[in-house]
Nanobody
């Protein structure tokens, strides 16, 4: 079983940057696919970006392509989400999730392990 813990959220002005971290405990990410999701008030949880730990392939939602970058650190068993050029519409609770597999899984229902979430607020 994998336990994931997010960190790095906060308040930032539009155009600014934040880096979120997702650390795994219990076991290594190994053959898992790790996804970042976000949920704004009154909206459904949506896929933001994901990475296959074993293949290191990455995937992004169209709304964040060119602004967000997902990466991993093998030694720290941690996945990062670097968010640049932030917009007020990026405001949401951001969640890290993990599931076994290597493909790009964008539906939150397919993930087995979730973190507690971290708030990102972008002011205009």
């Amino acid at each position: 079983q994998v336990r994931v813990v997010e960190s790095g959220g906060g308040l930032v002005q539009a155009g600014g940057s934040l880096r979120l971290s997702c650390a795994a405990s219990g076991r290594t990410f190994g053959s898992y696919y790790i996804g970042w999701f976000r949920q704004a008030p009154g909206k459904e949880r949506e896929f933001v970006a994901g990475i296959s730990w074993s293949r290191s392939s990455t995937h992004y939602a169209d709304s964040v392509k060119g602004r967000f970058t997902i990466s991993r650190d093998n030694a720290k068993n941690t996945v990062y989400l670097q968010m640049n050029s932030l917009k007020p519409e990026d405001t949401a609770v951001y969640y890290c999730a993990a599931r076994y597999g290597v493909s790009a899984y964008t539906s939150p229902e397919t993930y087995d392990y979730w973190g507690q979430g971290t708030q990102v607020t972008v002011s205009s």
